[in-house]
């Protein structure tokens, strides 16, 4: 099945730095998805993206669609202790069993205030 | 609005013990999913329901059987648990496939299997 490799497993960084993180595919989606977990509490939708080369917003997130709808990233700029989570790449097909979201495995985020 | 509740939110079983757990969304969605979450592997699909009556199998159904009797509920069962059913275990529910701004998550369950 279609599996989505997500960099890095998780970051270590100071309140204010900027973060990056990225997600690829072999094969790919129509859309990509971005959801934060914090702990004890189940995911939470951050970003969607429709079209390849969208680049999408919300307050300092920032994710972008690859053109070869093979991959997306994440940015997150001047980080807060609140950022603390499990960021998680998603990616979705339509159609049948390929409509389900398919997960990365999680950017683990640490910030130090 | 309660979204999507999970019961319980913690349990622990013995090896060969069975159990059911609950998902309830008072959001008149159609879909309905359960997930299970263990370190290192993200999220994986075990079981999803596109509607009243129907289930179907995702990525790691093994072990597990589903129900969807009523449109807001989708039951999770596990008939004989084993140790390497200890995960954490979350709902989630969407209004129809494709709605991925609307695919709304429940506070998970946590089961431990000893």
């Known amino acids: 099945g279609q599996q989505l490799n997500q960099s890095p497993q998780s970051m270590f960084i100071q309140e204010g730095e900027d973060v990056s993180m990225n997600c690829t595919s072999s094969s790919i989606f129509n859309t990509w998805l971005w959801y934060k977990q914090e702990p004890g509490e189940g995911p939470v939708l951050l970003i969607a993206l429709y079209k390849a080369g969208e680049l999408t917003s919300n307050g300092r997130l920032t994710a972008q669609f690859g053109i070869t709808r093979k991959d997306s990233f994440l940015n997150i700029s001047a980080s807060i202790p609140s950022d603390v989570g499990i960021y998680f790449c998603?990616?979705?097909?339509?159609?049948?069993?390929?409509?389900?979201?398919?997960f990365g495995k999680g950017t683990k985020l640490s910030v130090k205030p | 609005n309660a979204g999507v509740t999970q019961t319980p939110k913690f349990r622990v079983l013995k090896t060969g013990q069975s159990m059911t757990l609950l998902c309830a969304q008072d959001?008149?969605?159609?879909?309905m999913y359960w997930y299970r979450q263990d370190p290192g592997m993200g999220l994986r699909l075990i079981h999803y329901?596109?509607?009243?009556?129907?289930?179907a199998k995702g990525e790691v159904p093994d072990g597990y059987n589903v129900s969807r009797l009523k449109k807001q509920n989708f039951l999770l069962g596990l008939e004989s648990a084993a140790p390497s059913q200890t995960s954490v275990y979350f709902c989630?529910?969407?209004?129809?496939?494709?709605?991925?701004?609307?695919?709304?998550f429940g506070s998970g369950t946590r089961l431990t299997v000893v």
């Open positions: 329901s596109v509607g009243e009556g129907t289930t």
């Open positions: 959001m008149n969605h159609e879909y």
């Open positions: 989630a529910s969407s209004p129809r496939q494709g709605a991925v701004d609307g695919y709304t």
């Open positions: 998603a990616g979705q097909n339509y159609g049948g069993s390929q409509g389900n979201l398919i």
